[in-house]
Every structure is written in structure tokens, then in C-alpha cells.
């Protein structure tokens, strides 16, 4: 028998003391213990492991490492453990590091994972404030940056009032001569615009994009350009949901050996209850995290939404929580450029070898068109088969006739065969399509004019506040996620709306209200 009860440790506690036990009968005798007390998996599992390791003959063995994880402390591994990456190290390879030096010169290619590194994760380590990526394009701010900065504004305002802890805004910017842009975010919402400026930064590039985010974020560099801060790295970060931005996002993430949610259009911060092991560290227990960061992001057919949470593990922690934002999806702040805020350069040694890929020449596209910002979108689907010129007419009186408003189509037209007359030809083109492999929009009215309402089309409108949808079919799936519908050809509806809209005198009746045709 052994003196080791396991009812009295927790999972992580029990693991710690089985590491110092190497008598395989005193192994078993805890092995029955537990299975007679409180019969934990997680328990038996780790005297298994243990047993295994003692039968083999490898003696005192550390925990198994997972892949993304690796949860060595200060304490173990020296000072280089908080946010350092260190190489991977080998049992053979200082007594073949005599033969490596005579190798022949390693080209980059023949081993592609051989500069493969673990991160370490932090054990207790101490997060502030709410990061955003401001991404710019031709020497401007993107208008999703605006909108990310005005809402992360909105949410550590709130943070502020729940916990009585003031964390700030943190905007972080890199490329050529972006002083003035990183001023520009501090009137958007930031408290502290972090930017690194080098001529060579101009465009965007994998490589050198990651590395300086991740060295920001774990604030590394000269005194000066870090002293304003005094934490391991960021408690949120928050970057675009746009085409550099996901690429950005997912390995600025792992870099810093968190997560990230995908493509979210609604965040909020609030505690969280859970009782999943594997997050309490054995079962049966609760556990409540608290200035947890709710991501809600819509799932795959459109219709449903997820909220997604970076918890932490015991003795394993998931910081920054990450999320990269859909466009539209929130307003930006009016802009008070008389607004106090620290601006930052960030200083870092940018190695040549992060630019082996130049851009020599390049074609310049026609510009594309935005369709977010405008506070009403009129979208136009196959409905317009009968006289496609005209529907297209009608669809751009109706935009006409609003202060603030665009054309969009679904991917039926931009995939069709239809025949266009004249200038109305060019509204026709994939440039103006919203849905799934288009544009996301979430104007204050979005008008649908015989649009079916599939579900790739839904996902990019759905945050719309107020939908309209005109459709012969009273049965067409959009009925179900529109305010109001109008059972109606478009050819006949739409030019009384634009009729009204024009006089000020809405006069519609609508058949449904989005209720998907219940009596009540």
C-alpha cells in the first residue's frame, strides 16, 4: 500500500507527485486507491502514463508535450520562458554538431521544418488592454479599421464601468511613413497607436508583417518604444476579416501561441461559467472566467451564429483572445482629432532576407467598388430574367432616389447569361456581388428585389438592421430572415417605392413581417 491518497489532489496535483514515484506496485496500489475513492479518467489516466513510462524504463519523465501547447514555467525552463521562442533541441544533437558544421549549406528547401519552434505558453501572466490592427491601403486607414477601433473603444468603455480597471485601446499599424495615420487612430478611438515605419513595408508581406506584430505585441524592442506598457502581451487583439487580415491574423496568432475566431460580427466581454475538464482541470468541478471575450460569428449555412471563447488551461494560458472582424459589421466613432493619446515608433531590426520576394511589376486593376458605409443597399437577384435591362434601370432609380445608397447583385446574376443594354452592363459585374464570395454588407436598409435568399447570399447581408424583400414567391427562403416582405414583381413594386421614397410618402402594404407567415 502506499501513503499516497489520490482523493485528496486535484488531476494536475496527483500528476505533480506520481512524477516523483517509481515503484511500479506503489503505481498500482494508487491506481486502486483511485478507482476505489473517486474514479476520475483523467486520474487513471495519468497513473497509466506513469506506469507506462516506469515499465519502459525511462525513469522520471516530464509531461507529454501536445502540439500547440508547451507548459514548462519560469521556475524550469530560466527567464527566456515568458512569450521566447527557443530552438528545438534534439538528444543527439550536440554529439552530432560536429558533423553538422562540415554539412553542406542548408538551401531552404531540402528541409522545410527544420527551423521548426516551440512556443511557451505563460503560466500566471499578467494581460492588458484590447489590440487592433489598423490596416491601411494606399497611404489610408480601411474603413473596417475605423469601425474595429469604434467598437473596441465602446467594449473597454464598458470593461471599465464592470470591472473598475481602465485598459486601453491599443491600435498597431506598420508600413511606409505611417506617423500621421497612427495620429489618425487615436481620433478613432485609440489610446495608444503603436506603428513601424520602413520604406519597405510599403506592401504587404507575410514575413516581416508577423514578425513585427508578434514582437509588438510581446513588447519587445528598445526601452522607449516599450516603457508605456508593463504586461507579457495583449489581454484581446483584434484584426480585419479581410484578405490580408485573415493571412495576418491566424499567424500573428500562433506566433504568440494563442487562438483566433474567424470572420466575427458581433463581440462582447463578460464572465463565463464552464465545467469542462479539460478547462477546471478534473470533472464534476465548475469554473467561472472572468473579462472572457465573446466572439459570435455566423456558422457555415448562415442561418445559425457560434460564440466562440479562448479559455484557459490549468497551468496553460490562451493570450491574446483573437478575432478578426467582418467588414460593415460595426459603425465607426466620429473622429475628435483634438483627442489626447500617445503615439508610439516601434523599433526593430528588420533582417534583409524577410524581403527575398520583390514586386518588380505589377498591373494596376480598375478600382473596385465598396459597397459598406452606405446606410441603404438595393440588391438585385434573378428576378430581373424577364427584361434584365429594365430591372437593372429600376434597381439604380430606386438608388437614386436615396441620399446614401449603392447597387449590389447576387452571384445568380454575375454567373448568368443575361443580356444588358448600355451603361447598365457594367453594374452587372462581380465587383458589385454581396454574399459569401462577395462582399459583406450590414447597411441601416437593405432592399432585396427578387433575390431567392440562399443561404451564401444571407450570410453577407444578415446584419443588415432593417430588410425589405420584394418577391413574387411567397414561399422564397428570404421571407424568413426579412422585416418585411412584399409579394410582388419587382417590375411593378419597385418603381412605387421609388416613388415614395422620392415623395416622402411610404404607402406599401406589406404581406409578412418576417414571421414566415403565421397568422399571429
Request: charged residues 35%.
Amino acid at each position: 500500500m502506499t501513503d499516497l491518497d489520490p482523493d485528496e489532489y486535484t488531476v494536475e496535483e496527483l500528476s505533480d507527485e506520481l512524477e516523483t514515484i517509481d515503484d511500479e506496485d506503489v503505481l498500482q496500489s494508487v491506481l486502486e486507491a483511485e478507482q476505489a475513492g473517486q474514479d476520475r479518467q483523467t486520474a487513471r489516466e495519468a497513473v497509466h502514463k506513469r506506469l507506462e513510462a516506469v515499465e519502459s524504463g525511462d525513469g522520471v519523465e516530464g509531461d507529454t508535450e501536445t502540439e500547440g501547447e508547451y507548459e514548462e514555467t519560469k521556475e524550469s525552463v530560466g527567464e527566456e520562458a515568458e512569450g521566447e521562442e527557443v530552438d528545438e533541441v534534439e538528444p543527439d544533437e550536440q554529439a552530432d554538431e560536429s558533423a553538422e558544421d562540415q554539412a553542406e549549406p542548408d538551401d531552404g528547401l531540402s528541409h522545410p521544418t527544420r527551423d521548426k519552434k516551440h512556443v511557451r505558453g505563460l503560466e500566471d501572466g499578467h494581460y492588458e488592454d484590447m489590440w487592433v490592427f489598423c490596416e491601411t491601403q494606399q497611404g489610408e486607414l480601411l474603413e473596417v479599421s475605423k469601425e474595429m477601433l469604434g467598437k473596441a473603444r465602446e467594449l473597454m468603455d464598458q470593461f471599465a464601468e464592470d470591472y473598475e480597471d481602465e485598459e486601453r485601446v491599443v491600435a498597431f499599424l506598420m508600413g511606409d511613413d505611417c506617423e500621421g495615420l497612427a495620429e489618425e487612430c487615436i481620433a478613432y478611438g485609440a489610446d495608444v497607436a503603436v506603428y513601424h515605419d520602413d520604406d519597405r513595408l510599403e506592401r504587404f508581406l507575410h514575413k516581416p508583417y508577423t514578425e513585427i506584430s508578434a514582437h509588438m505585441a510581446r513588447g519587445e524592442g528598445s526601452t522607449e518604444s516599450t516603457d508605456w506598457r508593463d504586461y507579457d502581451k495583449p489581454r484581446y487583439v483584434l484584426f480585419p476579416a479581410t484578405n490580408n487580415g485573415r493571412d495576418l491574423s491566424a499567424k500573428v496568432q500562433a506566433e504568440l501561441d494563442s487562438g483566433l475566431a474567424s470572420d466575427c460580427s458581433d463581440l462582447f466581454i463578460e464572465e463565463n461559467e464552464v465545467s469542462n475538464p479539460v478547462k477546471t482541470g478534473e470533472p464534476g468541478v465548475k469554473k467561472t472566467f472572468q473579462k472572457v471575450l465573446h466572439m459570435k460569428r455566423p456558422d457555415f449555412s448562415g442561418f445559425e451564429y457560434s460564440t466562440i471563447l479562448c479559455l484557459d488551461n490549468p497551468g496553460r494560458e490562451f493570450h491574446p483572445q483573437g478575432a478578426s472582424v467582418i467588414p460593415g459589421s460595426f459603425e465607426p466613432m466620429e473622429p475628435d482629432h483634438d483627442r489626447d493619446g500617445l503615439v508610439v515608433e516601434h523599433e526593430m531590426e528588420l533582417p534583409e532576407e524577410w524581403f527575398r520576394v520583390e514586386i518588380t511589376e505589377y498591373d494596376q486593376l480598375e478600382a473596385g467598388v465598396d459597397l459598406t458605409g452606405h446606410e441603404v443597399i438595393v440588391c438585385l437577384g434573378r428576378g430581373i430574367a424577364d427584361d434584365p435591362t429594365k430591372g437593372m434601370e429600376l434597381g439604380l432609380d430606386l438608388v437614386e432616389a436615396f441620399e446614401n445608397a449603392e447597387l449590389g447583385i447576387t452571384r445568380g446574376i454575375v454567373t448568368s447569361s443575361y443580356e444588358f443594354d448600355g451603361h447598365v452592363e457594367e453594374y452587372s459585374k462581380e465587383v458589385r456581388q454581396i454574399g459569401e464570395t462577395g462582399q459583406v454588407v450590414a447597411p441601416d436598409l437593405y432592399i432585396a428585389a427578387g433575390v431567392s435568399g440562399a443561404v451564401q447570399h444571407k450570410v453577407g447581408m444578415d446584419e443588415s438592421d432593417t430588410i425589405v424583400s420584394v418577391n413574387t414567391d411567397p414561399s422564397a427562403r428570404i421571407r424568413d430572415f426579412s422585416d418585411y416582405f412584399v409579394e410582388g414583381d419587382l417590375f411593378e413594386v419597385l418603381p412605387e417605392i421609388t416613388e415614395a421614397v422620392e415623395s416622402g410618402e411610404i404607402a406599401l402594404e406589406a404581406v409578412a413581417d418576417g414571421s414566415g407567415g403565421d397568422d399571429e
